[in-house]
Nanobody, 116 residues
Framework: QVRLVESGGGLVQAGGSLRLSCAPSGSIFSFKAMGWYRQAPGKQRELVATITSGGSTNFADSVKGRFTISRDNAKNTVYLQMNSLKPEDTAVYYC??????????WGQGTQVTVSS
């Protein structure tokens, strides 16, 4: 069973930055794509950003220009750099990994809280 280990959440003031990390227990090359989703209280889980094995990225409109996603193959880790954070970015952030065949995996989630 693959585990996705997340880190980097926390409390930050509006306008600040945080970087989330996600390291799978298996090789990062096992996955067609990896990414981050978030879920705020009372809301559905939504896509934040994804990155494919080839490095193509996709972002939610709400985070474009503020967030970047990257992968370090040598460290077997995917990062989400979040800048210019807003209170509406407050949510539990989940790492996601999509297998080349069928199936996917989720991390346990990490809390990001942005105070105004």
């Amino acid at each position: 069973q693959v585990r996705l280990v997340e880190s980097g959440g926390g409390l930050v003031q509006a306008g600040g930055s945080l970087r989330l990390s996600c390291a799978p227990s298996g090789s990062i090359f096992s996955f067609k794509a990896m990414g981050w989703y978030r879920q705020a209280p009372g809301k559905q889980r939504e896509l934040v950003a994804t990155i494919t094995s080839g490095g193509s990225t996709n972002f939610a409109d709400s985070v474009k220009g503020r967030f970047t996603i990257s992968r370090d193959n040598a460290k077997n880790t995917v990062y989400l750099q979040m800048n210019s954070l807003k209170p509406e970015d407050t949510a539990v952030y989940y790492c996601h990994a999509l297998r080349w065949s069928s199936g996917d995996y989720w991390g346990q989630g990490t809390q990001v809280t942005v105070s105004s």
